[in-house]
């Protein structure tokens, strides 16, 4: 089951993690953001060494707010948002929210989705955004019935709160 077992790689779907630690971390949308590319990072005792990442389609990027970034999701933006507010945090964040995959934090590109990921975990972890923080997990069966349509089980899911409203809120509106 590819949905539940395969593991890809989300890409920039991934940079809500980031987001969301950086929210967390007391950043705020109208924050300013260094988005040029090329951009380059000291990785000692890593290859390569210095790890160097383009924006899309070789766009040199600017700096602008944190939601200008996210609108142009910047590689670069976001790998320098990612070093900013600490690559562990944003594991911590993807954690709380869902990924439950490996994830290095000492992988540089890890801010723009180079690690795998299970599709239906990253389908949660946007979830949490959309229910303003709280998480639930992903679930198949909501209900089954008998022929006389008495329930014989019904799924429940009180959730949990995993990130605060606000960031959840505000993630979104830059989204």
């Given at each position: 089951n590819l949905a539940t077992q395969g593991a890809r790689q989300p890409g920039s779907s991934f940079k809500i993690f980031v987001l969301t630690a950086a929210l967390e971390g007391g950043l705020v949308l109208d924050d300013t953001l260094n988005g040029?590319?090329?951009?380059?990072?000291?990785?000692?005792?890593?290859?390569?060494?210095?790890?160097?990442?383009?924006?899309?389609?070789g766009e040199s990027g600017g700096t602008n707010t944190i939601t200008g970034n996210v609108q142009a999701s910047s590689n670069c933006g976001f790998l320098r948002l990612g070093q900013f507010v600490g690559l562990q945090n944003v594991?911590?964040?993807?954690?709380r929210m869902g990924i439950t995959t490996e994830l290095d934090a000492r992988n540089l590109s890890l801010p723009i989705g180079s690690e795998e990921v299970h599709p239906i975990d990253m389908a949660g972890a946007a979830a949490v955004l959309a229910h303003g923080g709280i998480r639930h997990r992903p679930y198949f069966?909501?209900?089954?019935?008998?022929?006389?349509?008495?329930?014989?089980?019904?799924?429940?899911?009180p959730g949990r709160q995993v990130v605060s409203q606000q960031s959840a809120c505000l993630a979104t509106e830059a989204l």
């Open positions: 040029s590319g090329p951009c380059s990072f000291p990785n000692p005792g890593g290859y390569p060494d210095p790890y160097v990442a383009n924006n899309f389609a594991v911590d964040v993807a954690r069966i909501d209900r089954v019935t008998d022929r006389r349509g008495n329930v014989i089980y019904e799924h429940q899911s």
